[in-house]
Every structure is written in structure tokens, then in C-alpha cells.
């Protein structure tokens, strides 16, 4: 039967994952957001494929999954930088090269495809210390270089040409971002499953780029809503005995619905 | 930087530049502390081209553009970046920007709480121009700052640029020689005609 908070949720075991998830139910909407700002949230996506291929590959040669998702993960987010691979494309052919790569490593090791399923999946039950390590360690770095990433990310949004034109450099930014996106995406990845962490990246700033009133509003709204999603979905994914993943995409996304449904009449004025 | 009234901020000597090659040039002007300087010709002379040079977003092929020390540049290219859903405010964007000053023109300072994506073209160029002024940049670089905005919009645009600004100058390229006019203190006639040069 359905209970509201399941006796599994109260477990000791459980409160390593549940912990670890809701870390990264509130980072990865800030995270969103400022994706979303700079029209990069497909980019997510394609990261979060490569962090599932680079964790396939990392265990193959003994690393824990989460070590090797998030190595891979920051090699391709360096390298996006320095490309300046930016747009649908570049971002189709990060999803494309990461995909290819995390079915072939998975068809091609002992344990990869059981494991590729897992990462596709999600294992947050499983999480433990180190995944929780990783998520404190991201979160700590995000406190830290948010306040300085923040206003130079709107900045160069509506005002692009103003660091160029004071021969300021860009790329610090740039990578930093890039840096934090790739990293949490591959914790992430390993821990809630490649749609889950694209769908903390995704929904929670669609929503509240629809409803809030300001940017301080739409990442409070972004932090609450991934915050919420997820705890939900931990309990009805316990309570109903279902995959992590799947109830978290289904509960976000069925979240969307009402807030498409509900902004209807705030769309733009021009 | 306060400039004193006069001070040379920018020498452009005989400047050509292009992208892959030359488009516009040779071109010479000063632009000094105060002043608003516009840069007038037919579109696609490469008026632009000027300002991407002076920005670091063109090449220069020859000639020289110098700067005054110290010199803080605002620039904003032809249209503002817009998007479907922009859930920032007013203040935020002037946040943003690096805006020093606090006295918005009413009509501004009346939908500062807004968020931009709420806002009609006209109001948003507006706002977003004045971003660009109100900060503490020495030289603000506006490429056809008119473009889409009504006649109303327009008179609006020029109270923004004529408000003083501590010594700060302004250089505007536009195609509309009524508007140069208007907000001007010199106007500088860019020619397609690179054997002719360019006078003043």
C-alpha cells in the first residue's frame, strides 16, 4: 500500500542516497538556469551521455564509476571550451559521440551492459560515500564560484561585445561554467541516471524561466522545484517499488505540463 | 574614469578594416570627453565595421586606433539579445551591466521591475541602451541604436544620450542623418568610396 513517507525512506541505508540526491536536486537546477540563460541546455544532455561513456570506460580500467564519468566528463567540457563548440549541432554531435560510445563500451566489456543500463537507469540507491563526497565537493564549489560566474554569465548574455571591446577575456568564465556543468552532470549521471540528471538540468528552469517574476526568483524557483520533484519521486519510487529515474523524469515533466498549462496567459508581451 | 571636458579618448588615424578583407577605410577621427560624435553613410558602407574595429571585433588592416589610457568602452551591437523567455528584471539587467548610475529616465525607471521578455521591442532597446550609459564606461559605442524603435521611441532615445554623463562621450553610427542631428555635437560622413576616404 501507499504510504506517504515509506519505512524504507526512514532506512539508515537510504539516507546516503537520499542525502547524495538531494544535493544534486538543488544544484543541477542553478545549473539549468544559467544553461538555459545562455541557450546551452541541449549541451546537458550531450555531457551527461559522455559523463555515462568516460564512467564505462573508467571502470573497465578499475575506477569507480563516478571518478571516470567525471574525468571524461570535465575532458569534454575543457574541450568544449576550447572548440567554443556552441549551438544545436555542436551539442547534437556531443549526444550522438556519446551515445555511440557508451552503447560500444558497454556491448564490449563483462560487465558494461548490466552497468550502461544501470547508468541509463539510474543507480541512487547505491550511492555512497564517494558519490556523496563528489556531490558536497560540487555543491562547496558552486557556493564558491557562483557569486563570480553569475553576473559575468548575464553579462555577456545581453551585453556580449562589452568584455571583448575592453580586451577582457572570456574564457575563464567559460570553462568554469563548463567545467561545474560537466562535473555535476557526470556525479549526477552516476548516481540518478542519464535522464534524470538531464531532467534536473532541464525542467526545473524551463518552469521557472515560465513563472518567475526575476532571475533571483527564477533560480529559488528552479532550486524548489528540483528540490521537490525529487522528493517525491525518492518516495514514490520506494513506496510503488519503480526504476528512480523514470518516476523523476514522469513527476518533473507532469510538472511542466501544469505549468505550461498554468502560465498559458503570462507569454510575452511582444 | 571622471575625463576632463575635451580630453582626446580615442585617435583613429587613417584607419582601414574589414574581415577577411578591407570593407571600410581610410577613415580619421577624434572622439573627445563629452562630446557625441556620429558616424553617418548609406547602409552597408561599413559604418559597423568601424565600431567592431574600435570593439576588438574586426581587423584592422591599416592605420591606427589609440585609446587614452585607462579607457572603458560600452558597446552594443545593432539589436539586443532577445529570446523567447527572459525572466530578468530591469534592475537586473542594469545590474548586469555594471550600471553606476541610479537616475533612470521616469519612463525607465517605471518598468525597472519588469522582466524584459515583458517588455514591447521599443521599451527593451530603450532600457537596454540605457544600460549601456549608465555605466561608468568612458566611451559608449551604440551601432543603429534606432533601428525598430517608432518615432516616440526615437525622440525618447535621444533625451537618453543628450542626458550629461560626467565626461563621458558617445559614438554612434547610424544611416538616419535627422537622428545624428538631433543628438550630435559633430558628425563624422563615412564613404563607400575608399579612393575618396572619408570626410568630416
Not at chain 1, 141 to 165: D, G, N, Q, V
Amino acid at each position: 500500500m501507499f504510504e506517504l513517507i515509506p519505512d524504507l525512506a526512514l532506512d539508515p541505508l537510504f539516507r546516503l542516497p537520499f542525502v547524495t540526491g538531494l544535493l544534486l536536486a538543488g544544484l543541477l537546477p542553478v545549473l539549468g538556469a544559467l544553461l538555459t540563460l545562455r541557450q546551452e541546455w541541449l549541451a546537458a544532455l550531450g555531457l551527461a551521455h559522455l559523463a555515462a561513456a568516460s564512467a564505462l570506460i573508467g571502470l573497465a580500467a578499475g575506477l569507480p564509476a563516478v571518478v571516470g564519468g567525471t574525468l571524461g566528463a570535465l575532458v569534454a567540457g575543457a574541450v568544449k571550451t576550447l572548440l567554443r563548440a556552441r549551438g544545436n549541432a555542436a551539442y547534437a554531435f556531443m549526444i550522438l559521440i556519446g551515445w555511440s560510445a557508451l552503447l560500444l563500451v558497454a556491448a564490449n566489456s563483462a560487465v558494461g551492459d548490466s552497468l550502461g543500463h544501470a547508468l541509463i537507469d539510474g543507480q541512487l540507491y547505491f550511492a555512497g560515500t564517494t558519490e556523496l563526497l563528489m556531490s558536497s565537493l560540487l555543491v562547496a564549489s558552486a557556493i564558491r564560484l557562483l557569486p563570480w560566474l553569475m553576473p559575468l554569465i548575464l553579462r555577456a548574455t545581453f551585453f556580449p561585445r562589452f568584455e571583448t571591446a575592453n580586451r577582457r577575456p572570456t574564457w575563464h568564465w567559460r570553462l568554469g561554467l563548463d567545467l561545474l556543468t560537466a562535473a555535476s552532470l557526470a556525479v549526477a549521471t552516476a548516481t540518478l541516471g542519464l535522464m534524470g540528471a538531464f531532467a534536473l538540468i532541464f525542467v526545473p528552469a524551463w518552469i521557472a524561466f515560465r513563472l518567475a517574476p526575476s532571475w533571483r526568483w527564477t533560480l529559488i524557483l528552479a532550486i524548489l522545484i528540483g528540490g521537490v520533484g525529487y522528493l517525491a519521486a525518492f518516495m514514490t519510487a520506494l513506496a510503488l517499488d519503480q526504476p528512480f529515474g523514470p518516476v523523476l523524469v514522469a513527476l518533473l515533466v507532469a510538472g511542466a505540463g501544469l505549468a505550461a498549462f498554468s502560465g498559458a496567459g503570462t507569454s510575452s508581451a511582444t | 574614469m571622471t575625463r576632463a571636458p575635451g580630453e582626446t579618448l580615442l585617435r583613429v588615424s587613417g584607419l582601414t578594416a574589414g574581415y577577411a578583407r578591407p570593407v571600410i577605410g581610410p577613415l580619421s577621427f577624434e572622439v573627445r570627453a563629452g562630446e557625441v560624435l556620429g558616424l553617418w553613410g548609406r547602409n552597408g558602407c561599413g559604418k559597423s565595421t568601424i565600431l567592431k574595429a574600435i570593439g576588438n571585433a574586426a581587423r584592422v588592416f591599416a592605420g591606427r586606433i589609440e585609446q587614452a589610457p585607462g579607457l572603458t568602452l560600452a558597446y552594443l551591437e545593432q539589436q539586443p539579445a532577445r529570446f523567447p523567455r527572459m525572466p530578468v528584471t530591469g534592475h537586473e539587467l542594469l545590474r548586469s551591466a555594471g550600471a553606476a548610475r541610479t537616475d533612470a529616465p521616469p519612463a525607465l525607471a517605471a518598468i525597472l521591475h519588469r522582466r524584459l521578455d515583458r517588455l514591447s521591442g521599443g521599451q527593451y532597446q530603450l532600457l537596454w541602451v540605457w544600460s549601456a550609459l549608465a555605466t561608468a564606461a568612458d566611451l559608449v559605442l551604440l551601432d543603429e541604436p534606432t533601428n525598430n524603435l517608432d518615432p516616440d521611441a526615437e525622440a525618447r532615445l535621444v533625451d537618453l544620450i543628450v542626458r550629461p554623463g560626467d565626461g563621458r562621450a558617445v559614438l554612434l553610427v547610424s544611416h538616419e542623418r535627422r537622428f545624428l542631428e538631433s543628438v550630435c555635437s559633430r558628425i563624422v560622413e563615412v564613404s563607400v568610396d575608399r579612393e575618396s576616404g572619408c570626410s568630416s
